[in-house]
């Protein structure tokens, strides 16, 4: 069998671990924060659900000021990023690019009682075989000139920059699908070790991004059990022989791949940390709740029992992919792209998950005083029996609205896939109306929408109301209404006086 390791994601997010202090050298279970929406919680907000959840580790894709700032002061550990498309700014000679930004992004908040900075991820999947090498040529001296600005501000010994590859940079043979026959593509071989000995010389991880959705997504003969974390071999996960080692899940042997690879490559120590893994809610027909909650928490139980894998005992330390969905990534890759988040877009957990490994009914903590906008939604017109609507007038509506919004889980096998034509009108129209931020003429649509406070969800297909803040328009209304109360208080207070 051949194990399937695409991996496409977007470049800029955030990882969050949770605190087992009280194991020894335990693993530890993160997630990630992706911050590609239309319409963001406030930050302050998500740090405070990030403690009462526990978490204690986050990575972010970017440097983004304002959630640096909310991190500050709360010890949890962070991993900051530099995007791809400055990778080639990062690798010229003189260096200058990487010390401006370690001296805006390290330097001004990696104080004692400021941001608990650990590491520095150069890229995002540089080695990503849908780039066609774009970074190959720039990853490496990046990485070696942000090291080295680092240990230049005084940094070194706390913080370490790695490299976030995608799994698909090693792979096993059609005509030996093993673990054990791992290697690194050759095309890239000689220029990933290159960076292996330059991560390890400097005490820093691997880290590699790994997707059993996406097996099951690519490849429709797939054993849909081998995803999944269920004790011992069974008929339905078509366990995988290997030596003396059995596989029951593609988690592990794909990140057996790798140990493998590495230890081809001289480095069968190299420490791992797998910066995402996870299972999508809606946007295909294997993406669910169910399916999410069945995997990550199998996934925890897994990580946190310490057994390791059947290659490599011991701890494994994973980031969940992602915290909250992101109604503006690329769907590229697949409608499945916006609904990585174990929370909705508002902060509200999707379902149950124990994330102390205890097998205990315990429920995710919600993002705390969430505002949303007026309840009310944008619908298709009704119509009298002989007042039909053109199809083509409708289908051109739709299809401006869906360009311009996230119409995801229309799509085959995704929540709403069971709509009517005119219920799929409707919920295209919502979307568009709540991104917007319920302006009255984003619901027109020459004259085909009409405005209800009567909700147009269902049990399976949630028709959603927009929060009350994180877009620009909304800010700048906001601090409108705010000078527009200053002057009606300051008028308020000149009558008194002259009265």
Not at 132 to 152: F, G, H, M, S, V
Request: aromatic content about 10%; glycine content about 8%; overall charge negative.
């Amino acid at each position: 069998m051949q194990l399937q390791r695409l991996i496409l994601l977007s470049p800029f997010f955030v990882v969050v671990v949770v605190n087992m202090a009280a194991m020894a050298a335990s693993g530890s279970v993160g997630v990630n924060w992706g911050t590609m929406a239309s319409h963001q919680l406030p930050p302050e907000s998500v740090v405070d659900m990030l403690k009462d959840n526990g978490f204690d580790k986050v990575k972010l894709f970017d440097a983004d000021e304002s959630i640096l700032e909310a991190l500050s002061g709360t010890g949890i550990e962070v991993m900051l990023a530099v995007p791809n498309f400055m990778l080639e700014q990062m690798s010229l000679d003189s260096g200058g690019a990487a010390d401006l930004w370690v001296e805006a992004n390290l330097t001004a908040y990696a104080y004692p009682g400021g941001v608990n900075i650990r590491y520095v991820a150069v890229g995002n999947e540089p080695f990503l075989k849908t780039y066609n090498d774009t970074y190959l040529k720039n990853t490496l001296p990046a990485l070696r000139n942000i090291q080295e600005a680092i240990n230049r501000a005084g940094l070194g010994a706390q913080i370490k920059a790695t490299v976030p590859f995608n799994a698909d940079i090693y792979y096993s043979p059609e005509s030996n699908p093993v673990p054990s026959s791992g290697d690194f593509r050759p095309e890239i071989r000689d220029l990933t070790i290159q960076i292996i000995q330059y991560l390890h010389l400097n005490d820093a991880p691997f880290v590699v991004n790994i997707y059993p959705f996406l097996s099951l997504y690519s490849n429709p003969y797939f054993p849909i059990d081998f995803a999944f974390f269920e004790a011992g071999p069974t008929k339905n996960n078509h366990p995988i022989r290997d030596g003396q080692n059995l596989y029951t899940n593609v988690f592990d042997a794909n990140l057996d791949t790798l140990v493998w690879s590495l230890t081809k490559a001289g480095y069968p120590d190299m420490k791992i940390l797998i910066g995402e893994v996870g299972w999508p809610t809606d946007g295909d027909k294997h993406a669910d709740i169910e399916k999410a909650k069945r995997f990550n928490q199998g996934l925890v139980q897994h990580v946190l029992g310490n057994e390791g894998t059947p290659a490599r005992k011991g701890p494994i330390d994973i980031y969940l992919f992602s915290l909250i969905d992101e109604d503006s990534k690329s769907i590229d890759p697949g409608s499945f792209e916006r609904h990585w988040g174990i929370f909705e877009f508002d902060g509200k957990p999707k379902y149950e998950l124990d994330l102390s490994g205890r097998e205990e009914n315990k429920g995710l903590v919600a993002v705390q005083g969430v505002r949303y906008m007026v309840r009310r939604w944008c619908v298709l017109r009704p119509r009298g029996k002989d007042d039909d609507v053109d199809d083509r007038e409708l289908g051109k509506n739709v299809d401006y609205a869906c360009s311009l919004s996230d119409c995801t889980a229309l799509g085959y096998g995704s929540s709403c896939n069971h709509l009517s034509a005119k219920g799929n009108a409707s919920y295209a129209f919502n979307m568009y109306y709540q991104s917007k931020n319920q302006n009255e003429w984003d619901c027109d649509f020459e004259g085909l929408g009409v405005i209800t406070e009567e909700d147009p969800s269902d049990d399976k297909c949630r028709f959603p109301v927009m929060i009350g803040y994180g877009n620009r328009v909304v800010l700048l209304h906001r601090k409108v209404v705010n000078i527009l109360l200053a002057v009606l208080e300051g008028c308020i207070v000149f009558l008194l006086l002259v009265s």
